[in-house]
């Protein structure tokens, strides 16, 4: 069941609204200052923020802004008998309000403001969720792609010592040639995401391999591990074989 916090300073009013809304089935939670409003949004979870323009301290765009902080998915709603239309236009174009609803306002139309806004949040959500979703395949494609290609490469980075400016170690560096994961954070990210750590790791140490003849002895070839490598030490081992 949705959640609805009712912000208004006049407590006839905020609990008429609150009356209608829960008539319609919500459940809600009334504050009479915009203060006591963020104290219940840092502590309970809410659907829909309806607050009230013209308040004493916090105006209601105020509220609307610093609750958008502490509960971004919250719907917000603007509740006002005087619109100033630029300062409206301003804070719907900056994501402060979804809604404008304009006193007096007919129970039904209250409650028909409220369901819409709930169901243009959750499509929203849907909408959201499916692209993560995509994203996160096609990550995970680019990845396996990447692998089966020896599209993992290294570049090496001197470590030189301070004495006699000698380059005494490299460091290898995780690099790719992919357009979906451009750098070493995307693919480890996508490795993490989808449990590819250790065929990352057998890749990196193949790449690393191809290095060691062009390495002159005695410098060292240092090579980063992920943590998730540490937990098999049988399989780490076999695969830094070529690299001892």
């Not at 829960?22 to 979870?45: D, N």
């Not at 609307?64 to 719907?75: E, F, G, I, K, T």
């Not at 309000?97 to 709930?118: G, M, S």
Request: proline share 4%; aromatic share 2%.
């Amino acid at each position: 069941m949705h959640s609805i916090l009712v912000v208004d300073d006049d407590d006839l009013v905020r609990r008429t609204i609150q009356q209608v809304l829960r008539r319609a089935g919500f459940e809600t939670v009334g504050a009479a200052s915009g203060v006591e409003a963020l104290r219940i949004a840092k502590s309970e979870s809410l659907s829909v923020a309806l607050v009230d323009y013209r308040m004493p301290g916090l105006d209601g765009l105020s509220v609307l802004a610093r609750l958008r902080d502490v509960q971004p998915s919250m719907v917000r709603l603007l509740v006002s008998g005087a619109l100033d239309v630029d300062v409206m236009v301003d804070a719907v174009n900056r994501g402060e309000v979804a809604k404008i609803v304009q006193k007096p306002v007919h129970p039904k139309d209250l409650v028909a403001a409220v369901r819409e806004a709930i169901d243009t949040a959750e499509r929203a959500g849907l909408r959201w969720a499916r692209a993560r979703d995509a994203a996160h395949r096609e990550q995970g494609r680019a990845l396996e792609a990447l692998i089966a290609r020896d599209g993992i490469s290294l570049g090496l980075q001197p470590i030189v010592r301070a004495s006699d400016r000698r380059t005494v170690a490299f460091e290898a560096l995780l690099r790719c040639d992919c357009d979906v994961l451009t750098g070493p954070e995307q693919v480890l990210a996508a490795a993490e995401a989808h449990g590819a750590v250790h065929a990352l790791g057998r890749a990196v140490a193949h790449a690393a391999a191809s290095w060691l003849s062009q390495v002159p002895a005695p410098t060292q070839l240092f090579l980063n591990l992920h943590p998730d490598e540490l937990t098999d030490a049988e399989a780490l081992m076999i695969r830094m074989g070529p690299l001892r």
